[in-house]
């Protein structure tokens, strides 16, 4: 979430500490925003190690050959 939002009440765009006020807000709150952001970390975190475990998993066994 980086750069400027609009906000519809004010008409204007904002950034830095406002947008991430306003974000919040429309989030339904500090804690259901804390708690979709950890689901979201959670979920993308168990995909790339699910990832990476079917990388290594796959990975074929090097063999030098004569």
């Given at each position: 979430?980086?750069?400027?939002?609009?906000?519809?009440?004010?008409?204007?765009?904002?950034?830095?500490?406002?947008?991430?006020q306003m974000i919040i807000k429309h989030n339904g709150g500090w804690e259901e925003h804390h708690q979709k952001f950890a689901e979201r970390v959670a979920e993308e975190t168990t995909i790339q190690y699910l990832k990476e475990l079917e990388t290594d998993f796959r990975r074929t066994s090097i063999r030098i050959v004569k």
């Open positions: 979430m980086r750069g400027k939002f609009f906000n519809p009440g004010t008409g204007k765009q904002v950034s830095g500490a406002a947008a991430q």
